[in-house]
């Protein structure tokens, strides 16, 4: 096992070479316990807290990692209103119409639309500190991975636990994560789906085509950082001149 202070110095090495993290703008605090590496603080997006999560595990010799990280929102809210945005995207969302949506707040839990006949899943979602948690059931990974989406895209937002079961139980794979990404591209208004080609491999998402302005280009990768289980996204946009 190596010594703490040489974890530290890993991680942080590793945090520093990666060029979608900023620890000047966004620090992050490395720690070490119980063989595990501790990373803590705010970063830049979604995507810098995955790879920091997985460029941290990737140190030789620790038995896991900590994550105590959030995102910057682009807009500081509180719990109410970031509970009140999120509510309308699951409860206006087409793909979730057949679910029931309960929201918890306060210890108290709120039915916001109790599905009939024929269900696709029961959510329940909760803000705690900006973090937001779904529980309950889906009946697919891609239901699954669409409230959580939603949840991302919340302003104010800060973290997504996305603890849905999938009921009945699929298994995952590349194509499951590729049929999610198309319905989120196409959910989402600040890009042109139809101008944007995706594949998947082994969880890695590898994005290409034309859009027009190198901010649709990043938001079309930070949707496919948002899908649960991705583990990279190689963003090959071209932004058309």
Same mark, same amino acid.
């Given at each position: 096992?190596?010594?703490?202070?040489?974890?530290?110095?890993?991680?942080?090495?590793?945090?520093?070479?990666?060029?979608?993290?900023?620890?000047?703008?966004?620090?992050?605090?490395?720690?070490?316990?119980?063989?595990?590496?501790?990373?803590?603080?705010?970063?830049?997006? =979604?995507?810098?807290?995955?790879?920091?999560?997985?460029?941290?595990?990737?140190?030789?010799?620790?038995?896991?990692?900590?994550?105590?990280?959030?995102?910057?929102?682009?807009?500081?809210?509180?719990?109410?209103?970031?509970?009140?945005?999120?509510?309308?995207?699951?409860?206006?969302?087409?793909?979730?119409?057949?679910?029931?949506?309960?929201?918890?707040?306060?210890?108290?839990? %709120?039915?916001?639309?109790?599905?009939?006949?024929?269900?696709?899943? %029961?959510?329940?979602?909760?803000?705690?500190?900006?973090?937001?948690?779904?529980?309950?059931?889906?009946?697919?990974?891609?239901?699954?991975? =669409?409230?959580?989406?939603?949840?991302?895209?919340?302003?104010?937002?800060?973290?997504?636990?996305?603890?849905?079961?999938?009921?009945?139980?699929?298994?995952?794979?590349?194509?499951?994560?590729?049929?999610?990404?198309?319905?989120?591209?196409?959910?989402?208004?600040?890009?042109?789906?139809?101008?944007?080609?995706?594949?998947?491999?082994?969880?890695?998402?590898?994005?290409?085509?034309?859009?027009?302005?190198?901010?649709?280009?990043?938001?079309?990768?930070?949707?496919?950082?948002?899908?649960?289980?991705?583990?990279?996204?190689?963003?090959?946009?071209?932004?058309?001149?």
């Amino acid at each position: 096992m190596p010594a703490k202070d040489e974890v530290i110095k890993l991680v942080h090495g590793a945090l520093e070479r990666e060029p979608l993290i900023n620890l000047h703008r966004h620090p992050v605090k490395i720690g070490f316990a119980d063989d595990a590496v501790v990373l803590e603080g705010e970063v830049e997006h =979604i995507a810098a807290k995955k790879l920091a999560l997985e460029l941290a595990g990737a140190v030789e010799g620790i038995r896991g990692v900590i994550d105590r990280l959030r995102v910057a929102p682009a807009e500081r809210k509180g719990d109410g209103a970031i509970r009140d945005s999120l509510c309308g995207f699951l409860v206006r969302e087409p793909e979730l119409q057949n679910c029931t949506i309960r929201v918890r707040a306060k210890g108290r839990l %709120e039915v916001l639309r109790e599905a009939r006949g024929e269900t696709s899943g %029961e959510i329940e979602a909760a803000v705690e500190d900006g973090v937001v948690t779904l529980e309950g059931s889906v009946i697919s990974l891609s239901h699954k991975r =669409i409230a959580g989406v939603l949840a991302w895209w919340t302003p104010g937002c800060r973290d997504v636990v996305n603890s849905l079961d999938v009921q009945p139980p699929e298994e995952d794979n590349d194509g499951e994560v590729l049929d999610a990404l198309r319905l989120v591209l196409e959910m989402d208004p600040l890009v042109q789906a139809d101008q944007i080609r995706a594949s998947c491999r082994d969880y890695v998402v590898t994005l290409e085509g034309c859009v027009r302005t190198a901010e649709e280009r990043r938001q079309a990768g930070l949707d496919a950082w948002c899908l649960f289980a991705v583990d990279r996204v190689v963003n090959r946009i071209e932004v058309r001149k």
